[in-house]
Each structure stands twice: as C-alpha cells, then as structure tokens.
C-alpha cells in the first residue's frame, strides 16, 4: 500500500488511452496546455491530431498495455466503443471486450506498475432507468443493455483489480456528453428536427441531464489532478426539460420550435395495442420502450463531485447546442 505522502504528491506524468475519442481527444487537447508529461495511446497506428508520445495498443492485451503505464502517475481511461445503434451479437462481443474486459487488463497494468491514479470514465447509463429527476449515486445499478452492462463491468473489474493496492481508482459517470463530433442522441435529434420529421410525444416537461464535452474533459482533469482517494462521481449539468434542449436546436437551426404532438397517453395506449399482434409484437415492444424512454427523467446529481472538487463549468444549453448545430450542418 502507498504512503499518504505518495498519495498527495502531484501528478507529473499521465497517460490518456482512447486519445482519438470524442472525449479523449479533447482531454488531451486540455492537458496540452498545462506543465505535465502526456502521453497517450488508442487502438490506431497513427498519432491522432496533437495526441504527443503516441504509442499504439491494443488495451485487451497486458504486454502492450504494461509498456504503456510504466513511470506514469495517473492513467485516464476514456477508451471505449458507444453509439452503436444496430447492435449485433458481434458488436455486443466487442463492446463487451472493449468497455469492460480492457478496463480491467488496464487497471491491473496500473496496479503492477505502481500507478498512483486511475480515471475511469464510465456512464450515468448503469443506472439503468430509474425515472427519477434527481439520481445519485447511491441509487442501485440496474445496467440494461449491451452499452450499459458493458460500462457497469467496466467499473467493477477495475474495482476488484485495484483492491487492497495503492492505485487509486476515480469512477466518473458522465451524463449525455454532447459537443462537435457527438454521434449519438443529440446528434440524431438534431438530424430530426433538420429533417422535419419530428413530432412532440407528451409535452417535454421531462428532465434530461447533458454536459459539453469540453466541460466534462475539464471536469476529468479535475479529477485525475486532485482526487486523494477513491469514488465513484456524476458528472453533469444541471437538467434541462426536454422541450428546451429540442428548442434550442430548432433556434441553432433557424427554424420555429417543433409544435405538433401526440399526447402521451395515447401514443403509450396505440403502441401497446401494438404488441399484441404477434406479427407486429417485436417492433411495437421497441417502439414502446423508445417512447418510455422519451418520456422519462433522465436526470442525475452532481453534488458529489462538486463538494469534492469544486463546480463544474457548464456552457450554457444554447451555446452548447449552437456550437454542436454548427459542426452538424457543416458535416452534413
């Protein structure tokens, strides 16, 4: 076990894997403006844009790995596969492998050499969907789902790897992270309401938590520069309803907010008719989740982290949002 005096001597030397991610990539962006030694991996053979002392590994595998985590003082972990949306069984291997098995080849690493920190970024998404506007992280872990199960699994090889040792393991559970370069929920709901196909299910009154990447990856630094011990941490925004965040794209866009709907009752009472055709069973019970899901709470509390660390800046929604609007179009 490491001494308190190791513990509390500052990190001068940090390894980033998944430093060509959408949130790895700007962590790296970050750390290149202060005084520390970075250096960064992913699975490419080449140096992502400003990723220095670049290594290539594959994360699943010790000997690539324990080269990596050699004289390093903390390792951030921000590699993994999300936003697929056609998951095949293959897929849901990968992201098993990926998010969960590599997690913890690379905990053990840090453990074997001495790595002082450990920054997992897992997700709010283990909690499953509890439906409440305000969860903590004293909530139980309901993972549901090839992502969610693969990140909760994540967590806790890492937990068991570093047990009884003195690397010390942060768990980080982002919100929705959402920026230029996004491909997953906010991407697509600005793609449906570019499209004009969205339509209002319910009134939106439901609360949503998001966070910008660029404050999520200061909030990771944070973090990974300051933490004494170990936890587990929400990181997030305050919530928005749903009707802002779809507002301010409409806005970004140029457009008039969305205003034709169905009312949620009855969307949730046709779908459920739906599931009783056996012909039409199986995409009905989709459909009726994803209308579940629109509608719920997905709202998560970050006073843990903030009376640890301090307040996380947050861009506000509009900008936020404008910003990822803009990258978009351009895109597309």
Sequence with gaps: MASGAQITQPIQRVLVAGAGGFVGSEIVRQLGGMELAVSTTDQGPSAPPGAPNYRQADLRKMDDVLPL???????????????????????????????????????????????????????????????????????????????????????????????????????????????????????????????????????????????????????????????????????SSPPETMRAIVDAIARALGRRPPGLGVPAGLARTLTGLGKLSPIMRTRFTGL????????????????RFIAQFGPIESLTLQEGIRREVEWYVARN
Excluded at 148 to 155: F, H, N, P, R, Y
Excluded at 201 to 216: E, V
Excluded at 289 to 299: E, F, Q
Aim: net charge positive; hydrophobic share 40%.
């Design 288 to 303: 009726h989740r994803t209308i579940d899901k629109w509608l719920s709470h997905d709202a998560y509390d970050a006073s």
């Design 69 to 235: 985590v050699a004289g390093v003082d903390c390792v951030i972990n921000a590699s993994g596969i999300a936003h697929v949306f056609q998951l095949d069984e293959k897929a849901a291997r990968l992201m098993q492998e990926v998010n969960a098995d590599a997690a913890g080849v690379l905990a053990r690493a840090c453990v074997r050499a001495g790595t002082r920190r450990l920054v997992l970024i897992s997700s709010v998404s283990v909690y499953g969907s509890p439906g409440s506007p305000a969860v903590d992280e004293t909530y139980a872990c309901n993972a549901s789902g090839a992502y969610a199960e693969s990140k909760l699994g994540g967590e806790r090889v890492s937990q068991e790897a570093v047990r009884n040792s003195g690397t010390k393991l942060t768990i980080l559970r982002p919100a929705t992270i959402y920026g230029p370069g996004d491909r997953g929920n906010v991407a697509r709901l600005i793609g449906s309401v570019r499209s004009g196909k969205f339509m209002w299910i319910g009134r939106g009154q439901n609360l949503k938590s998001l966070i910008y990447r660029d404050d999520f990856a200061r909030a990771c630094i944070k973090a990974a520069l300051e933490a004494t011990d170990e936890g587990v941490y929400n990181v």
